[in-house]
């Protein structure tokens, strides 16, 4: 018999919890939701107010039987899911499911795992927050819905295989917007001065305030200053005070770890949950900047021990958003004395920026002295301006600098202090210059600033910014890449010893690294949902959305009602779209005419990409049409005649290799070299239009050696078995089964039979929870292009999610 059973959702919180708890409690792991809506249309019965119907997953149902059992052995079950919506609504599916007697059941909470925490908890236990599981359930139905009936109008009208979202398009949106501001964007040049001066051997550097727009005018400027002398005309010393950020909320954990980590967002989750299940750190996902009395006690005892009572400030910060809890608290230490959090390198590091950024929230503001020294020059009423910076007392700096986005400029770093200077002083001038520059863009999005915005607009919550930056770049819509800047030159003027001389230089500009960028993809799908789903993809709808899903989760509102409201005009929408003509949405638009054939170059999105296609099938001549691919950064809309004319220029033979040609091309996969019907992808640094046979052959002969140190052993009568030389030494490979190899068998002696063999008594790959992973067949279930309808509609509707005409099948009635 049992006396306590307590069942949260992870393994790693399992362990941590026994550990805290007695002899008399048993800690079990759901492995996540134990139940969630059927893939067919019965999800949702649309007309019995959008009633879901909840089915336990297939890999869950050995836990739900193994967990069943021991509740009913069980004196008291306690259900210790996540203190979020998602965490309420997995005990209540746990209820559910387990068929849990109420009157035995108890829900607890809590925002850190630590002893203290978790018996405080079990001394408080309430019951399950059905308003906390409606708003779960409202997000789950309507975001079903959503997909569910949209997705097929996209295979329908672009192409097969597409999906849309509430939140993952608005975020699409977002980055197909600022990468056409980026690309319209017309860049400005104007002159910026500069002046060095000597003073007692060390530099002063100053400024003209003001920019010129032309050449002329900066060269009537530096004219003036020929035979000027200059002085000091005012010094001004004026008190600063910076005051540290406030702790971490998830996204600007998120933000953060990007800049200093170069984590991106789902590894930021990932690294952060282990830390929290291993009782490291409070909960991960908040949007809350309050610290409990507990917590600041904590820091401020930290501060104390290590850098005195003078570095000590508390400080209560205060949300400004309106959905956020305050009784939850940002992410913070579970115990600020701890400076060794993990052996792992990752955990340590986003541990040790957690710790730090808690500690600073608590420490004193910064004292910093600011002199601004004016520079009179005697021919001309201008005056440059020089500025620098004394820390006067480091305060929180000491421990912590908040990093800025690209936009911001980069590091809060306090400026050098100037050289001694007095009022009257005379300069001595090394050079003044002149330089040309340009006015740049809004840099394209980081995972991190994306996250930022969506927060800024009211999009989405902790739960799912990892989740959505994470699905726009598998559905194809977005690429996270780094491309390299192009050379741009600029004019320098400079003036030294009453002398101006002109320089052109070159700089790189437009250089990108880990940034979003929309696929074509993307932008057809982005234009037919603005045009034709208007509420789905608008901001501040999508915003008002998640409003709504916070007053259900504080009470203010019925959840049926809400989908009432937006379903009508939504499903309207999608009835309405059988109207419209495919021709007009498919991105398709013709570039022009080809100087030598005379036939059309139409550029188009196909099922593997953007491409472009020179002239028509022609049946009665045989006469086919030629397609090229586009290259990486090219776009349907702003793709050139001589841009396309360049891709048609491949394949092209780059020389003769064996007695076989080596031709260069560009494919789905990008650029290659194609030889005796093998392919062999070029790196960033080779263009397929310049590539020499003497590269490709260098890039072939390097394939062919890397594929032999590879492959230890293969088999002529059967070639799905191969013994391999991997990353973490040999092993073996039968068909796509990876197969280890026993200690003491020497893998170049293995026979065919013994690979067999080894390969039956290996057990199919587990995955977490030690379940086997899902088929191949059940993985393609998931695929758009497979669903089913998400809910039961009247029969006299056309039923929005049929199949592409290319795969008919008869739509299911309810």
């Not at 408080?124 to 079903?144: E, K």
């Not at 200690?743 to 790959?765: F, I, N, R, S, Y």
Request: one cysteine or more; hydrophobic letters at 35%.
């Amino acid at each position: 018999m049992i006396k306590n059973l307590v069942i949260v959702e992870s393994p790693a919180k399992a362990k941590t919890i026994e550990g805290y708890l007695g002899k008399d409690f048993v800690v079990k792991s759901s492995f996540g939701h134990v139940r969630d809506l059927p893939k067919d249309n019965n999800a949702i019965d649309i007309k019995n107010k959008f009633k879901p119907t909840y089915v336990i997953s297939s890999d869950k149902k050995e836990v739900v039987s193994q967990l069943k059992k021991l509740a009913k052995e069980a004196e008291t079950v306690w259900l210790a899911s996540d203190d979020d919506r998602e965490g309420e609504a997995i005990s209540w599916h746990l209820t559910e499911a387990l068929d849990l007697n109420v009157a035995k059941t108890r829900r607890i909470v809590f925002r850190e795992i630590t002893k203290n925490a978790i018996l405080n908890a079990i001394s408080s236990p309430r019951g399950i927050d059905m308003d906390l599981v409606n708003a779960q359930q409202a997000r789950r139905v309507l975001d079903r819905l959503v997909g569910f009936e949209l997705s097929p109008v996209l295979w329908k009208k672009i192409k097969t295989g597409l999906s849309a979202g509430r939140v993952q398009s608005v975020a699409v949106r977002l980055v197909v917007e600022r990468e056409r501001e980026i690309e319209k964007f017309n860049a400005e040049p104007t002159f910026r001065i500069t002046a060095q001066f000597d003073v007692q051997g060390k530099t002063l550097e100053a400024e003209l305030p003001t920019k010129f727009k032309t050449e002329e005018e900066a060269q009537a400027f530096l004219q003036r200053c020929i035979g000027a002398s200059y002085t000091i005309g005012n010094l001004e010393t004026k008190p600063l005070k910076r005051s540290p950020a406030p702790p971490f909320t998830t996204s600007t954990l998120q933000q953060e770890a990007s800049r200093k980590l170069y984590f991106s967002v789902a590894q930021t989750m990932t690294v952060a949950q282990r830390l929290y299940e291993a009782g490291k750190i409070s909960y991960m996902r908040t949007d809350s900047l309050n610290l409990s009395d507990e917590a600041i006690q904590g820091a401020s005892s930290a501060i104390r021990n290590s850098f005195g009572e003078k570095f000590v400030k508390t400080r209560r910060f205060k949300t400004k958003s309106s959905g956020a809890q305050e009784a939850h608290e940002a992410i913070r230490p579970t115990d600020f004395s701890q400076l060794t959090a993990s052996s792992d390198r990752n955990e340590q590091r986003l541990y040790e920026l957690i710790w730090k950024r808690a500690i600073a929230s608590q420490m004193a503001d910064a004292e910093i002295e600011k002199t601004i020294a004016t520079i009179n020059i005697s021919t001309q009423p201008d005056k440059l301006v020089a500025t620098g910076e004394v820390i006067k007392f480091e305060g929180f700096l000491k421990v912590y600098i908040e990093s800025k986005d690209d936009e911001e400029g980069g590091d809060e770093d306090v400026k050098g202090m100037l050289p001694p200077l007095s009022i009257g002083q005379t300069l001595g001038l090394r050079q003044m210059q002149a330089t040309q520059r340009y006015s740049r863009p809004a840099p394209r999005y980081t995972e991190a600033s994306l996250v930022k915005k969506l927060e800024e607009m009211g999009i989405g919550r902790p739960s799912t910014y990892a989740p959505t930056i994470s699905t726009i770049q598998k559905r194809g819509y977005v690429e996270k890449d780094s491309r390299e800047g192009k050379e741009r030159k600029f004019n320098v003027l400079t003036l030294k010893s009453d002398q101006i001389t002109a320089q052109t230089k070159t700089e790189i500009t437009g250089a990108e690294k880990n940034k979003l960028f929309p696929t074509d993809t993307a932008m057809v799908v982005n234009d037919f949902l603005v045009e034709h789903f208007p509420n789905v993809i608008d901001y501040s709808f999508t915003a008002r959305v998640e409003a709504e899903f916070d007053e259900i989760a504080q009470g203010l509102q019925e959840w049926e009602q809400m989908m009432e409201n937006f379903y009508g005009k939504f499903h309207e929408r999608i009835e309405s779209s059988e109207n419209i003509n495919r021709a007009d949405v498919s991105g398709a638009r013709e570039v022009g005419i080809d100087p030598v054939s005379g036939q059309k170059i139409i550029a188009k999105l196909g099922r593997f990409g953007p491409y472009v296609q020179l002239g028509e099938e022609n049946t009665e001549t045989g006469e086919k049409p030629v397609y090229a691919s586009l290259r990486k950064g090219q776009f349907l809309e702003s793709l050139t005649l001589e841009d396309a004319l360049d891709l048609f220029k491949l394949p092209r033979i780059v020389g003769v290799y064996e007695d076989k040609e080596m031709k260069a091309a560009i494919g789905r996969f990008g650029p290659y070299i194609s030889h005796a019907s093998k392919f062999y992808s070029l790196p960033k640094t080779m263009d397929p239009m310049t590539v020499t046979a003497e590269e490709a052959v260098t890039l072939i002969e390097a394939k062919r050696k890397a594929d032999a140190e590879k492959l230890i052993k293969s088999f002529p009568e059967n070639p799905e078995v191969q013994v391999l030389n991997g990353r973490y030494g040999p092993y073996i490979v039968v068909g796509k089964k990876n197969v280890k190899i026993p200690k003491g068998k020497e893998p170049a002696e293995l026979t065919l039979q013994e690979c067999l063999d080894l390969a039956e008594q290996t057990p199919e790959k587990k995955g977490r929870g030690g379940f086997k992973k899902k088929t191949e067949t059940a993985t393609a279930e998931k695929k758009p292009a497979t669903k089913k309808a998400a809910a039961k509609k009247p029969a006299a509707k056309k039923t929005a999610a049929k199949k592409p005409a290319a795969k008919k099948a008869a739509p299911k009635k309810p």
